[in-house]
């Protein structure tokens, strides 16, 4: 298994760029999620998925988008990049049924900056 | 609302030694999940250690373990034989036992642990 995966590793883009961070993973888990991490921080969550189609949002959603067509995918789009979502993002998978709650496995992080 | 604080920014340790990283939360549940997770500069996050609320033992992995006090909402990890390797970042984190919204990790901002030769 390679766990969960994330493309690209380093990215820097220029104010209203747009882009989309990818993330998969090959443990069919059902929760995926998408974290930030600034600089001396903890990791803030921007967006979730309990499935395939279903998808919502967590503490620090704007500027973003997801979407989740497949168990294994879940992409994280920034529209309009600007210097604020200069950060470190995670994307993480478990596996949830109602009385267990598996832990989160993490990818290896995308570091973005906008310039 | 769920918090999680870890009081000590920054730690030192000699290499071999024994060192205890501390975490308290805050929470009215009574069934959860905490967490220690290791980012060292590869900024990699590795889970180190897993305890369920419900269970008052003690979690230990090889030279981990950690202090679970669910009264005083305490968890602290303690790190026996420190080793270079265990230079990193230590997160510890919570997580309610439900699904949806509430099945998210909160974190606390961490503490900078550095083995020293």
């Known amino acids: 298994n390679a766990g969960v995966t994330q493309t690209p590793k380093f990215r820097i883009l220029k104010i209203g760029q747009s882009m989309t961070l990818q993330c998969t993973q090959d443990m069919n888990h059902n929760y995926m999620y998408w974290y930030r991490q600034d600089p001396g921080m903890g990791l803030k969550l921007i967006y979730y998925s309990v499935g395939a189609g279903i998808t919502d949002k967590g503490e620090v959603p704007n500027g973003y988008n997801v979407s989740r067509s497949t168990t294994e995918d879940f992409p994280l789009r920034l529209e309009l990049a600007a210097p604020s979502q200069t950060s470190v993002y995670f994307c993480a998978s478990s596996y949830y049924t109602s009385g267990f709650s598996d832990t989160q496995y993490f990818g290896p992080g995308t570091r973005l900056t906008v310039l | 609302a769920q918090t999680v604080t870890q009081s000590q920014p920054e730690m030192s340790v000699q290499e071999a030694e024994t060192v205890t990283l501390s975490c308290t939360y805050d929470t009215s549940e009574s069934n959860y999940y905490l967490f220690w997770y290791k980012q060292p500069p590869s900024r990699q996050m590795i889970l180190v250690i897993r305890q369920e609320a419900y269970k008052q033992q003690n979690a230990t992995e090889n030279r981990f373990s950690v202090n679970f006090q669910k009264a005083a909402k305490s968890f602290s990890l303690k790190i026996s034989d420190s080793q270079l390797g265990d230079t990193a970042m230590y997160f510890c984190?919570?997580?309610?036992?439900?699904?949806?919204?509430?099945?998210?990790?909160?974190f606390g901002t961490g503490t900078l642990l550095a083995v020293q030769p």
């Open positions: 984190a919570f997580i309610r036992d439900y699904g949806g919204a509430t099945n998210k990790l909160i």
